[in-house]
């Protein structure tokens, strides 16, 4: 079954992971990502063949210089190239991947310009610098060929209702480019739980009718709040990047109204998003646990596949 996957990942550097790594497990004054540790430091240390306990033990007695040796090496674990990536995309039957810098679209220029057709770039633009960030949308999908921005509360600090995304929702209407926004609760103990509450999509969805909008993380823990909304709105679809698939079908887990409209009245509106990064998973046991899950064969290739095709209007 071919597959495209919104939130592929993208190939860090091994300094970007370094200042991720130094953020979330030794800056204890950040009251915002160091929270991260305690939801997913275990895991992330897992992935590394170590405990956080043996991380932060070893960090407790270094100097200084070791210390960053210390960073270096688990970041040169972690970090992945191009190549590595791609090889992980052909195994698990990616077609191609949507790929997010974040803070650098020119950095996802390259990597699309280097591997044409694999890759294809969603655009990074604060909202908080007005028209400067409407004028870097507009070069990112005119100049750069990107196809879709990213909006998000958790990063901005801001419910997607906020006025001030309301300029980049208007240029994405009129560039007819699809806006992802984050939709789910966060960690940050700098962010109200609540900033990217589903519900906020509403107001949104009124306001811009033409506007294609995807629900990233797929509302967790509201996730009946976003079938709602999804059920008023036809202009909104929906992806789970960053919720391993096998726990959709957890009893209790909260995501059974998904699976049951996912699976009838909102089957042409789901869309795949591993989020792989996060996960600390492969590209191939995501995609091979979505294929798992008990839905109808022509609706997994709905959601693997076929969905993302008209949401991009490549059908």
């Known amino acids: 079954m071919k597959v495209i996957d919104l939130a592929v990942g993208f190939p860090e550097s091994k300094e970007k992971i370094a200042k991720t790594i130094k953020q979330v497990f030794f800056n204890q004054d950040d009251k915002g990502l160091s929270n991260y540790k305690r939801i997913f430091g275990p895991k992330w240390a897992a992935s590394l063949g170590m405990t956080i306990e043996e991380i932060e033990a070893g960090a407790s007695r270094m100097a200084p210089e070791e210390l960053e040796k210390l960073v270096d090496s688990l970041a040169g674990q972690m970090s992945k190239g191009p ?103 966060n960690y940050r103990l700098d962010r109200p739980m609540d900033i990217g509450r589903p519900l906020y999509l509403d107001r949104v969805a009124m306001d811009f009718p033409d506007l294609r909008i995807v629900a990233e993380c797929g509302g967790w823990p509201w996730v009946p709040e976003l079938i709602g909304v999804a059920r008023r709105h036809r202009n909104i679809y929906i992806n789970t990047c960053s919720h391993r698939p096998k726990h959709l079908t957890t009893p209790g887990s909260g995501w059974e109204m998904l699976m049951q409209f996912g699976n009838t009245l909102l089957q042409d509106r789901i869309v795949f998003a591993s989020g792989a990064d996060d996960l600390g998973l492969s590209l191939k046991q995501i995609v091979d646990e979505m294929e798992a899950l008990p839905l109808k064969d022509s609706v997994k290739e709905k959601w693997l596949y076929k969905n993302a095709l008209t949401l991009f209007k490549l059908d």
């Open 83 to 185: 190549d590595e990536l791609i090889a992980q995309m052909d195994s698990a039957g990616i077609e191609w991947g949507l790929v997010n810098g974040h803070d650098n679209n020119e950095k996802v220029a390259e990597l699309i310009t280097a591997w044409p057709g694999r890759f294809k770039g969603v655009a990074a633009a604060d909202p908080h610098t007005g028209e400067k960030a409407v004028e870097k949308l507009e070069r990112a999908v005119s100049d750069l060929g990107f196809i879709a921005y990213y909006a998000s509360p958790f990063d901005w600090g801001i419910r997607a209702d906020d006025p001030r995304f309301y300029p980049l929702y208007a240029k994405a209407t009129a560039l007819d480019v699809p806006v992802i926004i984050y939709s789910t609760m």
